[in-house]
T-cell receptor
Framework: AQTVTQSQPEMSVQEAETVTLSCTYD???????LFWYKQPPSRQMILVIR??????QNATENRFSVNFQKAAKSFSLKISDSQLGDAAMYFC????????????????FGKGTHLIIQP | DSGVTQTPKHLITATGQRVTLRCSPR?????VYWYQQSLDQGLQFLIQ???????AKGNILERFSAQQFPDLHSELNLSSLELGDSALYFC???????????????FGEGSRLTVL
């Protein structure tokens, strides 16, 4: 079974600074996707960034980038120039596609990191 | 707006009761997923449907059941409710299932269930 671990229950950063959220995972498969989802107080889950395991290049979306270390099974999220609107719960998630007909295409989530932005 | 619609947004009921949560996926999405988010368990995958058929089960209790209808909307039925069932229930949808994943799930805003 796959697992996702986020070891930082809460992080705080000054506005305009950079913060890195940690995530480690475990899977026996070589084909998988990794995601960071954001859940603001409105509670809707919003995709921030995703990474395909077969791609060596780290994904980047504007101020958000990841450091994907496949051998170490690590997938950290870096937020540059933090803004007040970035304050939210951030969830790391693993998707292990089921091409064989069995198992779920559902996501396995970590427990989340609560990110606080200090003005 | 993700395009996934969930109703009701809030629901308060008593122990032992039964409730139904409804989800309309994004237009064109064939897969529907149900997740439960509680403070102690985090986000837990419950069940997935693809084009009307059950695809996989996660940590879904026997008191819970779901189905996906021909128009692709889905319902999650929770019965014999207990205090511990109080949680936020999310529905998500994606384009496909087998071998057709874009890898992204689109989440609704959730249904907040409170069991008193």
């Amino acid at each position: 079974a796959q697992t996702v671990t986020q070891s930082q229950p809460e992080m705080s950063v000054q506005e305009a600074e950079t913060v890195t959220l940690s995530c480690t995972y475990d899977t026996s498969e070589s084909d998988y996707y990794l995601f960071w989802y954001k859940q603001p107080p409105s509670r809707q889950m919003i995709l921030v960034i995703r990474q395909e395991a077969y791609k060596q290049q780290n994904a980047t979306e504007n101020r958000f980038s990841v450091n994907f270390q496949k051998a170490a099974k690590s997938f950290s999220l870096k937020i540059s120039d933090s803004q007040l609107g970035d304050a939210a719960m951030y969830f790391c998630a693993l998707l292990q596609p089921s091409y064989s007909g069995g198992g779920a295409d559902g996501l396995t989530f970590g427990k989340g990191t609560h990110l606080i932005i200090q003005p | 707006d993700s395009g996934v619609t969930q109703t009701p947004k809030h629901l308060i009921t008593a122990t032992g009761q039964r409730v139904t949560l409804r989800c309309s996926p994004r237009s064109g999405d064939l897969s529907v997923y149900w997740y439960q988010q509680s403070l102690d368990q985090g986000l837990q995958f419950l069940i997935q449907y693809y084009n009307g058929e059950e695809r996989a089960k996660g940590n879904i209790l026997e008191r819970f059941s779901a189905q996906q209808f021909p128009d692709l909307h889905s319902e999650l039925n929770l019965s014999s409710l207990e205090l511990g069932d109080s949680a936020l229930y999310f529905c998500a949808s994606s384009v496909g299932g087998l071998g057709q994943l874009t890898g992204e799930l689109f989440f609704g805003e959730g249904s907040r269930l409170t069991v008193l």
